[in-house]
């Protein structure tokens, strides 16, 4: 046996040693036991918490964490997390366009968790190669790209989330405005119809509407509320129709009409966004005519001469 296959047997055999002595402190009552965060959470939710949308998170947080008694440690790694990838108000409008909690700690923490397991990967695909007897040198530095492999991921993922949440938004944001001026029309006030909207709504824009009237019944201003939701999203044409409708209700103006008005502006923003897509698919489309259709006909087209030629026909 050479020194790479006993290196990794001496990593396998160590690595399953820790984790069964891991499991063994499990069972020990004070590292086992949960913390007191999460037991008396559940009591004080109302006093910290009324909507419950956090305190149930910091359970599953507070349980994960204490499960094996390393709370401390966990929180200063998300500590130097923070420190190392950083946090900005991009994060932020990131996550809240994602639909997630808008705690870029948090995220840092488990796009760190999420690195150190890429980096454990690696490590198990390098004691493989090496008990396969594949092993080389530049093998060794698999885990750490896999680990920032995993690290770049979490945000690319992020990114995509949060774009096609607000692309969704944008789409939903006419059906929405002409449902709201049907409803105001109708004879409804605007919060009952922003509540009617969220009842029987399923998109991602209903669920905004949920939470800005649930915002409003634990005493905000509908227009607060309502500029908070734009704010936190960040999504143009809801930007605009929100502005539009807290001048509409600090003027006192007819709210259908001017809902109805943005419906319409916001269709024809859609129309335009299609006729741009529609456009750079067009240039996307000659990509394989280019490369790919045109020199096959120009093959098809020249190889029989030159096949004649070489055989001297003609």
């Not at 750490?144 to 945000?155: E, K, N, P, S």
């Not at 105001?184 to 709504?201: K, N, P, Y």
């Not at 103006?253 to 269709?267: E, F, G, S, V």
Request: proline share 5%; charged share 15%.
């Amino acid at each position: 046996m050479t020194w790479p296959t006993d290196a990794a047997l001496a990593v396998l055999l160590g690595g399953a040693l820790g984790a069964g002595m891991c499991l063994l402190l499990v069972l020990v009552p004070r590292i086992g036991a949960p913390s007191v965060s999460r037991r008396i959470a559940p009591y004080i939710r109302d006093v910290t918490d009324p909507a419950g949308t956090t305190a149930w998170e910091l359970i599953g947080r507070a349980g994960a964490a204490g499960a094996l008694g390393w709370s401390a440690a966990l929180e200063r790694a998300a500590a130097w997390a923070v420190r190392t990838l950083g946090t900005s108000d991009a994060l932020g409008m990131r996550l809240s366009q994602a639909g997630r909690v808008p705690d870029p700690a948090a995220f840092r923490a488990r796009q760190l968790a999420w690195g150190v397991a890429g980096v454990g990967a690696g490590a198990l695909a390098v004691v493989g190669l090496a008990l396969a007897g594949s092993f080389t040198g530049p093998s060794l530095l698999l885990p750490i790209v896999v680990g920032v492999a995993v690290v770049g991921l979490c945000d690319v993922l992020l990114s995509r989330r949060a774009k096609a949440r607000a692309a969704r938004i944008a789409e939903e944001l006419p059906t929405v405005l002409e449902f709201l001026a049907l409803c105001l029309a109708a004879g409804e006030g605007i919060l009952d119809s922003l509540r009617r909207v969220g009842s029987v709504g399923s998109g991602e824009l209903t669920t905004e509407i949920r939470a800005v009237v649930l915002e409003v019944s634990t005493g905000s201003s509908l227009p607060d509320a309502l500029t908070a939701m734009s704010r936190r999203l960040r999504v143009p044409p809801l930007s605009r129709a929100v502005e539009h409708l807290v001048a509409a209700l600090d003027r006192g103006a007819p709210l259908a009409q001017a809902l109805q008005a943005q419906a319409t502006d916001a269709r024809e923003d859609a129309k335009r966004a299609l006729i741009e897509t529609a456009g750079r698919k067009e240039i996307y489309m000659l990509l394989p005519l280019v490369f790919g259709l045109l020199p096959l006909s120009v093959l098809f087209a020249v190889f029989p001469g030159v096949f004649m030629l070489r055989l001297g026909v003609g």
